[in-house]
């Protein structure tokens, strides 16, 4: 790697109970890099991150912030995180919020930018407790950035926002990035990965199943689903799943027509054949199967 | 330190806005003093008042203590606060600055109705004493509180608390001293916090020196009380997330 790492996972594992959240997780952000942990719901996703964050111990492996232990405050000086929009103190005004949060930094942002920039002025008097979703979801932002911090990470940014606020944090992750800034963001959409990020690391099932490029990781993940109506369909290479559902078969593939034309060779049942870019839930499960 | 003082002053502000919380806090030892306190005229005045004093602060160890730590570290939002850069001491320094302010407010009125109606007895060395012996027993309560917030879950914690709020109160003697009680309840006192803080509360009204059994057994409780918080703390950091 080029640049200062500015995040790291080193083969973490996290296991809750008999449930394995993490197996052997490597993740690693570098500044002025917008990293992508995507995944479907259950992944994973929020276990590394809060453990990137220091809220949780790994049980094997280390995690690392600018090269110290999360769990140490001083490690946590220049990290910017959002809270849940449902958990901000209800009787704190947007103000007192955003005050108490840049209390903690050495040189944090001006509160009137930030309420500039998420478009909080006018309720910056406001009790939360009467803040609309939208507007607490910008608050939640906001706090990320309060601090002025060198890396951010985000759970789900986007999640709950509408379109305008949306953009507004698009732009103000790439500005920050574009000053050097590193970002770590999770999400369960293909294209809010392709939108910002530069480089992308999927985890289904509590391991890492492909890292790289957006374009890489699209070639990777990007599968074609064969829909049949018939069983008995014979084997044949190039496909990573199969399944049987309602009497007909599913053949998630990586070149559909290779697969059709082995089909073909093999005289099998193409009984009312469909088909169709699989869709990243569908991908995931796939991937999951065909483990590297 | 400034940390610490932010912590405490955003904690105020947020209970000080709600009046479900604000006013029984508040209101509550000074009504149940005049209540119960004020009509027991053969007891000595002074005594009763320092025994409501320690009913109010008990009522901020449970409560404030008890079921606000309960309830808050089940909230995502005090997750959050864990990601910013302050350690757990500073929190816990915030929380203890809050809980003294509200100790003090709600003690307050109680002092103030019985100096008013009541012949009281006590000089100004009398009065610091007095409120050096509620402070100090404050602490082995306000760590039973803690200890009670981070091993009981939320949905638990209040009637855990009223339970050893009421329980420890009454059986410690706080509101019709030791020889008011039943027996049986006379006899397990000694071995009740409250009733250790009772004595020597008591002692410090009527003006008299305080025995170094009562401060030992104190200090005692506070050691167990302090191990048992400790405890839950760390039990609590690897299984609040599940």
Known sequence: ?292 | MRLALIHAVAQLRQLARYPMFLVPTLALPVGFYALFGLPQSRSDPTVLMASFAAYAILGVAFFQFGVGIAIEREEPWEAYLRTLPASAAVRFAGRLGSALVFAAASVAPVLILAAATRPISLSAVGWLRLAFVLGAGAVPLGLLGIALGYWVPAKGALPVANLLYLGFAYAGGLWTGPRGLPHALATIGPYLPTRQWGDVLWSAARGGGVGGRHWLALFGFSVAFAVAAAAGYRRDEGRRFR
């Open chain 1, 1 to 292: 790697m080029s640049a200062v790492t500015a995040a790291a996972l080193e083969g973490v594992s996290k296991s809750f109970g008999r449930t394995v959240a993490l197996d052997g997780v490597d993740l690693s952000v570098a500044c002025g890099e917008i990293h992508a942990l995507l995944g479907p719901n259950g992944a994973g996703k929020t276990t590394a991150l809060s453990t990137l964050v220091g809220l949780r111990r790994p049980d094997a492996g280390r995690a690392r912030l600018f090269g110290c232990d999360p769990r140490r405050s001083a490690s946590r000086l220049r990290l910017g995180c959002t809270p849940q929009e449902t958990s901000l103190p209800q009787t704190l005004t947007v103000r007192e919020t955003l005050d108490l949060v840049r209390a903690h930094y050495p040189q944090p942002r001006a509160t009137q930018e930030l309420l500039e920039t998420f478009d909080l002025v006018p309720h910056a008097r406001r009790q939360v407790g009467g803040l609309s979703g939208g507007q607490r979801r910008r608050l939640s932002v906001a706090l990320a950035f309060a601090g002025a911090p060198s890396l951010l990470v985000l759970d789900e940014p986007t999640a709950g926002l509408d379109v305008a606020s949306r953009r507004v944090l698009w732009a103000a992750i790439r500005r920050h990035a574009a000053a050097g800034g590193a970002v770590l963001l999770s999400t369960h959409q293909l294209e809010e990965a392709e939108a910002l990020a530069g480089r992308v690391t999927v985890i289904a099932a509590g391991r890492v199943r492909a890292e790289g490029t957006v374009d890489a990781v699209r070639a990777r993940a990007g599968l074609a689903r064969i829909r049949i109506a018939a069983t008995g369909v014979p084997e044949v290479p190039g496909v990573v799943r199969r399944e049987l559902l309602n009497g007909a078969t599913m053949l998630y593939v990586r070149d559909a027509g290779e697969v059709v034309r082995e089909l073909v060779r093999h005289d099998a049942s193409l009984e009312g054949l469909e088909v169709t870019p699989a869709t990243l839930e569908e991908a995931f499960v796939a991937l999951t199967e065909d483990a590297p």
